[in-house]
T-cell receptor, first 112, second 116 residues
Framework: KQEVTQIPAALSVPEGENLVLNCSFT??????LQWFRQDPGKGLTSLLLIQSSQREQTSGRLNASLDKSSGRSTLYIAASQPGDSATYLC???????????FGTGTQLKVEL | SAVISQKPSRDICQRGTSLTIQCQVDSQVTMMFWYRQQPGQSLTLIAT?????????ESGFVIDKFPISRPNLTFSTLTVSNMSPEDSSIYLCSVGLAGGSYNEQFFGPGTRLTVL
């Protein structure tokens, strides 16, 4: 059974800092991996999808890397802003490539 | 991507009653899923909603408690039956979009359910 852990569980930083959010998963036989953000009381917004054949993916100030063999993914956020404050969730695809298993999330707060 | 809507956005219900949640997508999709997010927890997959056949449930979830309908490729419903306070959660539907060798999932805004 796939288990996903995210470190740190919570993070509070001043505006402008570069951040690293970590995700580890126990079953390296994943298809792809998706990063989401969730604002309080809201649904999930897809940030990045990394295909199993890729090692990283970039979108604006976000960069996600994937190391399947070691069961790890990392989300880098450059020049953080208060609007980045949210919970970030990592979710690898397993079960034939369609099922997402979610991590515990990292709750980020970016302060002015 | 896909635009997904859910109804209701939130509800407060009495124990023992049932609530049906609707999920509507703006395009035809093959894969639709239902998730539950209990307070302070991450998301757990309840079931895959299959068009034209019975839903596929994950371990710990049963059809009698969470009946699902999928009448067409743009719509699905999840019913939470005989509710108890432990069913208080956010329920989210998602759709899977396939592109070449990958699938990507997109989520609706969720339905916040409180059971008294």
């Amino acid at each position: 059974k796939q288990e996903v852990t995210q470190i740190p569980a919570a993070l509070s930083v001043p505006e402008g800092e570069n951040l690293v959010l970590n995700c580890s998963f126990t079953d390296s036989a994943i298809y792809n991996l998706q990063w989401f953000r969730q604002d309080p009381g809201k649904g999930l917004t897809s940030l990045l999808l990394i295909q199993s054949s890729q090692r990283e993916q970039t979108s604006g100030r976000l960069n996600a890397s994937l190391d399947k063999s070691s069961g790890r993914s990392t989300l880098y956020i450059a020049a953080s802003q208060p609007g980045d404050s949210a919970t970030y969730l990592c979710a690898p695809f397993t079960g034939g490539g369609n099922k997402l298993t979610f991590g515990t999330g990292t709750q980020l707060k970016v302060e002015l | 991507s896909a635009v997904i809507s859910q109804k209701p956005s939130r509800d407060i219900c009495q124990r023992g009653t049932s609530l049906t949640i609707q999920c509507q997508v703006d395009s035809q999709v093959t894969m639709m899923f239902w998730y539950r997010q209990q307070p302070g927890q991450s998301l757990t997959l309840i079931a895959t909603a299959n068009q034209g056949s019975e839903a596929t449930y994950e371990s710990g979830f049963v059809i009698d408690k969470f009946p699902i309908s999928r009448p067409n490729l743009t719509f699905s419903t999840l019913t939470v039956s005989n509710m108890s306070p432990e069913d208080s959660s956010i329920y989210l539907c998602s759709v899977g979009l396939a592109g070449g060798s990958y699938n990507e999932q997109f989520f609706g805004p969720g339905t916040r359910l409180t059971v008294l």
